[in-house]
């Protein structure tokens, strides 16, 4: 069975600032994790994905996010935050499987503020 | 090209009304899915399809849920003498190669 936990269902960063967004897995079989993005009112897009490749992995509007498999993480960051970074994001997990898509949890989510 | 299409966007039924919502996934996608997204309470895992067939249904929250999927693509989620707790924006996606498209969503409200 696969479970996403994101710390921090509010995180307030200042313009200019670091974004790191905390989201720890757990799967019983080897993951593909994935970052999601919700902007107010809109529908969720991929932001980035790891599929067992490169543990670094680099997404859509400069974020990025590194798999480490001995801590069970997937944060998400992005080394200067815009304002219109202000966003929801949701972590999801799925497990691997070959020729074919399987199940994705996602976990609660976590409200991007940005500070002018 | 079009993307995961969802009708109606809006729902606002009585309580013990039973409704339909329509997925209508990106062409060529074998997996769909079917999600509950609340306030507060992130994307609720409801049911996903390989197919036609349903590998994992553990995700809805009663009997009163169910869904179908026909020739490998339309899928209807039906919620059967609504209650005021399934009031929520219902989400469908299909995915290939990993990588879920989302629709827009129905928001269902229940009176």
């Known amino acids: 069975a696969q479970s996403v936990t994101q710390l921090g269902s509010h995180v307030s960063v200042s313009e200019g600032a670091l974004v790191l967004l905390r989201c720890n897995y757990s799967?019983?079989?080897?993951?593909?994790l994935f970052w999601y993005v919700q902007y107010p009112n809109q529908g969720l897009q991929l932001l980035l994905k790891y599929t067992s490749a490169a543990t670094l992995v680099k997404g859509i509007n400069g974020f990025e996010a590194e798999f480490k498999k001995s801590e069970t993480s997937f944060h998400l960051t992005k080394p200067s935050a815009h304002m219109s970074d202000a966003a929801e994001y949701f972590c999801?997990?799925?497990?691997?499987?070959?020729?074919?898509?399987?199940?994705?949890?996602f976990g609660k989510g976590t409200r991007l503020h940005i500070l002018p | 090209g079009a993307g995961v299409s969802q009708s109606p966007s809006n729902k606002v039924t009585e309580k013990g009304k039973d409704v339909e919502l329509r997925c209508d996934p990106i062409s060529g996608h074998t997996a769909l899915y079917w999600y509950r997204q609340s306030l507060g309470q992130g994307l609720e895992f409801l049911i996903y399809f390989q197919g036609n067939s349903a590998p994992d249904k553990s995700g809805l929250p009663s009997d009163r849920f169910s869904a179908e999927r026909t020739g490998g693509s339309v899928s209807t989620l039906t919620i059967q003498r609504t209650q005021q707790e399934d009031s929520a924006v219902y989400l469908c996606?299909?995915?290939?190669?990993?990588?879920?498209?989302f629709g827009p969503g129905t928001r269902l409200t229940v009176l």
């Open positions: 799967s019983s079989v080897p993951p593909y």
């Open positions: 996606a299909s995915s290939k190669h990993n990588e879920q498209f």
């Open positions: 999801a997990v799925s497990a691997s499987r070959m020729n074919r898509d399987d199940k994705i949890i």
